[in-house]
């Protein structure tokens, strides 16, 4: 299995901005599909963003207009840029990285197979 590791969580103000930094192990080109994810508490796990093969792009509606996902394969690195912060964004945030199995983004966890340990954002209103 592949290894990921998240780093850039934080705690801010509403309205501030964070950028997500997960590190993939190996040849970040070896997992087309590559999402972020977030748990808050009492809630289940949703997909938030995903990019697919370096360059198709989705978002959860929630955030589409605010967050932005790009992925560097000479650092072999994907990012979650996160503008105009919401309380309501507060969660852990976990990277994920798939085969490929729908040649699209996807937003479903059935497509990821390797999971990093997540990275904490907290934001405060």
Same mark, same amino acid.
């Given at each position: 299995q592949g290894f990921l590791m998240e780093s850039g969580g934080g705690s801010v103000q509403a309205g501030e901005?964070?950028?997500?930094?997960c590190q993939v192990a190996g040849d970040i080109r070896n997992y %087309?599909?590559? @999402?972020?994810?977030?748990? #808050? %508490?009492?809630? @289940?796990?949703?997909?938030? #963003?995903?990019?697919?093969?370096?360059?198709?792009?989705?978002?959860h509606d929630s955030v589409r207009d605010?967050?932005?996902?790009?992925?560097?394969?000479?650092?072999?690195?994907v990012y979650l840029q996160m503008n105009s912060l919401k309380p309501e964004d507060t969660a852990m945030y976990y990277c994920a990285a798939g085969p490929g199995v729908v040649a699209i983004p996807s937003l479903n966890e059935r497509d990821y197979r390797d999971w990093g340990q997540g990275t904490q954002v907290t934001v405060s209103s």
């Open positions: 901005s964070l950028r997500l930094s %087309p599909t590559l @999402g972020w994810f977030r748990k #808050a %508490p009492g809630k @289940g796990r949703e997909g938030v #963003a995903s990019i697919f093969r370096g360059r198709s792009t989705y978002y605010r967050f932005s996902i790009a992925q560097d394969n000479a650092l072999n690195t």
